[in-house]
């Protein structure tokens, strides 16, 4: 059967890009134009069945869609309790599920006219798809990335290079995520007319959040009728990491209105949320406006976004995407938290349960699904969405756990 992408009709955000109470878009007035431009060429590009058909070819000829659910017998008999199911997205093209997002905008900016991608990376996944994607189209690219990132990730910084984007390295602030955010919407601001910004995840101002869920619905789509087909009935529970939040929002997406589905998303509590060094607006956060969107903020009393913490590059976010925020507050969806400890021993029990290596952000996720199985009885199943691989943790989880080979660039 031919591989088909359909974009599901989820009733929100509103024709101002609000979930509820959550989104809108908080830009200055120079951004205006380009942002109803795309809001415009999007809302086209997702009627256009040629435009659904060649990104639905890419996906399955240069993405390596679909990717397979997984029964992780090992896993569940070392866990015991529920049956754990992983959506691997580790083993799309680039190694993770970024490459759905890039691929679709890239497309999109070619049909817009645009002749250069930016991007904001943290774990790098994001700007390692977004150099793939322009490369693969012909576009310019310059990604941008927090100074720690870079240490932590020296090799995506180096496949972004090889794949011929500029790496600008951001030295401001905490020198993570939310700096490179912040970079990449000034150079947004003075190249409007020949660049396309591809935000990474489901935040930034509408029509970013929509958009990036539905190019990453592609997820729960496929997830959903392997689930079917393989267990004949939907898990009892979806679960996902949360940092602004693409991969579980692809994965929710399909499931958010099978009400008996759990749907459960896992911020990151790093050192602990008493600590304050943590990255969970969710679970210890309040209402903010923060790069184009009103979402759940960490910030201070006097309304300066607060220092973030998190073991995993990609979750060390101070904000969320705004249609989490609105299944938080609906209570259609649970957030938890997992700590750095908790990611890193979930790191290592899938590694040696299962023989794979997830990405420290997905390893939130497992942690979660190891801790709920347990729970739950033996004829219940929980479905995790293992986003990414973890070879560009390796190092990094070498020097943490004091167990790097000697002769090992940290």
Not at 297 to 313: F, I, N, P
Not at 366 to 382: F, I, L, S
Request: with cysteine; net charge neutral; glycine share 10%.
């Amino acid at each position: 059967m031919a591989y088909r992408v359909r974009f599901l009709n989820l009733g929100v955000p509103d024709r101002r890009g609000y979930f509820g109470r959550f989104g809108g878009r908080y830009v200055p007035e120079v951004l205006m134009p380009a942002i109803l431009e795309l809001e415009g060429a999007w809302l086209a590009a997702r009627r256009d069945r040629a435009f659904r058909a060649e990104f639905a070819d890419a996906l399955v000829r240069y993405a390596n869609r679909p990717s397979e659910i997984y029964f992780a017998e090992r896993l569940t008999a070392e866990v015991g309790g529920a049956r754990i199911y992983l959506k691997r997205e580790d083993l799309n093209f680039t190694g993770a599920h970024k490459i759905n997002n890039t691929v679709g905008q890239a497309l999109l900016a070619k049909r817009m006219g645009k002749t250069r991608l930016i991007a904001e990376t943290g774990a790098g996944q994001h700007g390692v798809a977004t150099a793939t994607a322009a490369a693969r189209y012909g576009l310019a690219c310059t990604v941008y990335m927090g100074e720690e990132d870079e240490r932590r990730q020296k090799l995506n910084v180096y496949r972004m290079e090889m794949l011929g984007a500029e790496v600008r390295a951001v030295s401001s602030g905490s020198r993570t995520l939310k700096d490179a955010m912040n970079e990449t919407l000034r150079d947004w601001s003075a190249s409007v007319r020949e660049t396309h910004y591809v935000i990474g995840s489901t935040a930034g101002p509408h029509p970013y959040p929509a958009m990036v869920r539905d190019l990453q619905s592609v997820i729960g789509v496929e997830a959903r009728a392997q689930f079917l087909a393989r267990e004949k009935r939907l898990p009892d529970a979806c679960v996902a990491c949360v940092g602004g939040g693409s991969n579980a929002m692809g994965l929710f997406a399909a499931f958010v209105r099978d009400e008996a589905v759990k749907l459960v998303g896992v911020e990151a509590a790093g050192e602990g949320l008493d600590s304050g060094r943590h990255a969970a607006p969710i679970a210890a956060g309040r209402p903010g406006v923060l790069h184009g969107s009103m979402s759940m903020l960490m910030d201070d009393d006097a309304g300066q976004v607060r220092a973030t913490h998190s073991v995993s590059a990609g979750l060390d976010y101070p904000g969320v995407g705004p249609e989490h925020a609105y299944l938080a507050e609906t209570s259609r969806a649970e957030y938890v938290t997992a700590t750095d400890t908790e990611a890193l021993d979930a790191f290592h029990l899938l590694a040696r349960t299962e023989g794979i290596l997830p990405a420290l952000e997905s390893a939130h996720a497992v942690a979660e699904a190891a801790k709920r199985a347990r729970t739950m009885p033996a004829d219940a199943t929980v479905l995790v969405c293992l986003s990414g691989r973890g070879d560009k943790d390796v190092a990094e989880v070498a020097r943490l756990t004091g167990r790097a080979p000697e002769g090992m660039e940290l």
